[in-house]
């Protein structure tokens, strides 16, 4: 059984989220992980200008993902930044290069999820996560969540990510907050559930 983390991330709070999310999915045996990017959009002048440039050193070792390789596993988890309550370009471009396997149903079946950052509480996280869901859903992947079974996102003594939709965290105005453990802890839940459940439609 394979599954795909694949992620974009401007400042690296997604991509923690991402490793913490493959981290959960190898937990499950049998299962190999692999971690990739969605190609970069932005010119390399406009990321020296938001000061990501810098960030993305630390995860640019990672190869960059084709859609058409989607088709090699069985469970596929995607995180994205939100922007304006929706999916970065980057994501959405990739995913629109999706096309070809939409049209042969060549993802149909497989387990499918998402999880998000965004700057602050109410930035939307779950609009990104339910807009990430239908896109999913266009392209038959069975959607797995973040379920209240992980107790994590029943609390409310600190300031937290995570919604039944998917794992989440929440990065600052500037970027400043780093995933706290409880958020972290969610997106291990959620790969390692995501995983299993894969594992389990791949045996039917």
Sequence with gaps: MKTLVLFYSTYGHVWKLAEAIAEGARQVAGNEVVIKRVPETLSKELLDQIGATEAQ???????VATPEELTEYDAILFGTPTRY??????????????????????LVGKAGGAFVSTATQHGGQETTLRSFHTELLHLGFVIVGLPYAWQGQMGHEEVSGGTPYGASTVAGGKGERQPSENELEGARYQGKHTAEIAKKLAAK
């Design 57 to 63: 050193k630390a995860f640019s070792h990672l190869p």
């Design 85 to 106: 309550g929706n999916l970065c370009s980057q994501m959405q471009a990739f995913l629109d290069g999706t096309g070809a396997l939409w049209a042969n149903g060549a």
